[in-house]
């Protein structure tokens, strides 16, 4: 897949002691694009922030009406442990697809 041209930004970050992470609000620009992947941002966020890839959540992101312009929060936990225990589990299953297909394919095996 050919890699699409976006710009990504970081806006602000804050530190939550309590929960053990970083919360980071970013902005994507895609100029006359369609808005990029989740897995894409999620990959320059991990490349620009030199995090570990199963730390780093992407809460949500918005892409703004009539523009190329989609904002975004994300959260940096400590450990990946961390991040299963406090992520919904709605959101895991956008952030790691290919451990669902995993665990779908181990159930299946199981009889009553």
């Not at 002691?17 to 808005?35: C, D, K, L, N, W």
């Not at 959260?75 to 297909?101: C, Q, S, V, W």
């Amino acid at each position: 897949m050919a890699e699409r041209g976006f710009e990504l930004n970081i806006v602000r970050e804050e530190v939550n002691p309590a929960v053990g992470r970083r919360e980071i609000y970013f902005e994507v620009y895609h100029r006359q694009a369609s808005t990029p992947r989740r897995r894409e941002v999620k990959e320059k966020l991990v490349a620009k922030l030199n995090a570990n890839p199963e730390a780093l959540i992407i809460e949500k992101m918005v892409t703004k009406v009539n523009s190329w312009r989609t904002v975004g929060l994300a959260y940096l936990y400590d450990t990946p442990e961390r991040a299963k225990a406090f992520t919904p589990k709605h959101i895991l299953r956008k952030e790691f697809p290919e451990a669902e297909g995993k665990a779908e394919e181990g159930e299946g095996g199981k009889e009553s």
